[in-house]
């Protein structure tokens, strides 16, 4: 009987555990898809402005660029968990090559750092500057996505 109480103890003991590591890859699920839902609507307002679909902002396009600039510094690494990859968890489009290519996933996001230094200054003056900052800052996007980002 004792023997039965103290399996029951420690099976149960862990479950905090378990729960505890589905929580942190929930949590960071749910902060990582979040961090790139910041870059895509501030981006997504610079470009509508660049296009002229909506009318240019010199406050909002520096806003925004500098919302860039600022997340651009953010260190994502603690988001990219093991076992967060497509097809071990629903939701994500994280290719495996982010683990296996840990330092170039890791430059890749630091290149979109630097090319966003100074953007909220760079896009002031009149929809003509954003052309050139949109260009900077999607070539980074683009170079990471390219290799570690499922395509649709």
């Known amino acids: 009987m004792r023997l039965i109480n103290l399996t029951a103890i420690v099976a149960f003991s862990a479950f905090p555990v378990i729960a505890s590591a589905d929580d942190a890859t929930e949590n960071a699920m749910e902060a990582r898809h979040g961090l790139m839902k910041m870059f895509a609507v501030d981006m997504g307002l610079l470009s509508g402005m660049a296009k002229g679909e909506i009318e240019y902002d010199e406050a909002a396009a520096s806003r ?3 919302n860039i600039e600022a997340l651009g510094a953010y260190d994502p690494s603690g988001l990219f ?6 097809g071990e968890v629903d939701d994500s489009e994280a ?3 982010i ?3 840990p330092e170039d996933f890791a430059q890749k996001f630091a290149d979109l750092g630097e090319a ?3 953007a909220g200054d760079a896009v002031k003056g009149g929809r003509e500057n954003l052309g050139p900052v949109l260009q900077k800052l999607g070539g980074t996007c683009k170079a990471c ?3 570690y980002r499922q395509k649709d």
């Open 145 to 147: 996505h390219d290799d």
């Open 64 to 66: 925004a660029a500098s």
């Open 95 to 97: 290719l495996p090559a």
């Open 116 to 118: 966003a230094i100074g």
């Open 99 to 101: 683990w296996e290519n």
């Open 81 to 86: 968990l093991e076992g967060t990859a497509v």
